[in-house]
């Protein structure tokens, strides 16, 4: 009989008193047994903490923990350095997921030492509906075109190689923590089914800084903290970079990129 390894899920949460419980809900509905949910009020000013207080009352896999910054960054490698999960999975307090993903995820891991990550197709509901279109995964085109959602599995093991979830960043965190995990080599597995449901609307992270100056400190930030690997694989890496910030088109010119070297 094979043993199930332990999955921790991570949420953060900062005031999502209206969402949390549903998300947790779903969390509670997973069609697995070998888990753990670690929650971090992430210094929130309204009811959350309440909310997650009383959901996850008597329920013995589900665990709050209180900071006092809002940062993230922080909130996740805090959920993580308390977890004792062989896998972890990230997911957004306002988010839900399909109760087979845990399952089929933890099982890829499982039996494929050379995938690091595993991510699947996602949804969008609430303000906007229909398909998350992103990208299909290239390292190279990655460090230019985000092509892999924070809701993704990853090992304990591989997470301990990296520095965490930069605190720098409050936009596009997953964004480098994913480069700081996968530069080391390994393999990203995509299922082919919608078992993320990205919630849209007008209180996100994403909306909140899409449109103001935190895109061209992110950009510069992932580009100066990696400056040798995007020299080594692309050229003119910081001005693709700030081209697919400002317009979007990013995708779009990798097709014409000429690169320098292979990965090592």
Excluded at 2 to 14: D, G, H, L
Excluded at 38 to 56: R, Y
Excluded at 130 to 159: C, Q, T
């Amino acid at each position: 009989m094979t043993i199930e390894p332990k999955v921790t899920i991570i949420i953060p949460c900062y005031n999502r008193e209206k969402y949390i419980g549903e998300t947790l809900e779903c969390v509670q509905h997973i069609n697995y047994d070998n888990f753990e949910c670690i929650i971090v009020d992430n210094n929130s000013t309204d009811n959350s903490a309440k909310e997650i207080q009383k959901f996850i009352q008597g329920k013995d896999r589900f665990r709050l923990i209180h900071q006092d910054v809002n940062n993230i960054s922080i909130a996740r490698n805090k959920a993580i350095a308390a977890s004792s999960g062989e896998f972890i999975l990230p997911l957004d307090s306002d988010d839900l997921i399909h109760p087979d993903y845990v399952r089929e995820a933890a099982k890829i891991l499982q039996n494929n030492p050379g995938i690091v990550v595993v991510t699947c197709d996602a949804v969008l509901f609430g303000a906007k509906k229909g398909k998350w279109k992103r990208p299909e995964y290239n390292f190279k085109d990655f460090l230019v075109k985000v092509s892999i959602h924070n809701s993704s599995m990853y090992r304990r093991a591989d997470y301990d190689k990296t520095n965490g979830y930069e605190p720098e960043l409050r936009y596009c965190e997953d964004w480098e923590f994913w480069i700081n995990l996968l530069k080391r080599g390994g393999e990203v597995y995509k299922i082919r089914k919608n078992y993320l449901f990205y919630r849209r609307h007008k209180d996100s992270t994403q909306r909140k800084y899409r449109s103001t100056d935190e895109n061209k400190f992110v950009t510069k930030f992932i580009y100066e903290k990696h400056k040798e690997l995007y020299a080594s694989l692309l050229e003119n890496p910081l001005e693709l970079l700030q081209q697919h910030q400002k317009y979007k088109k990013g995708y779009n010119q990798l097709r014409r990129l000429t690169f320098r070297k292979p990965l090592p």
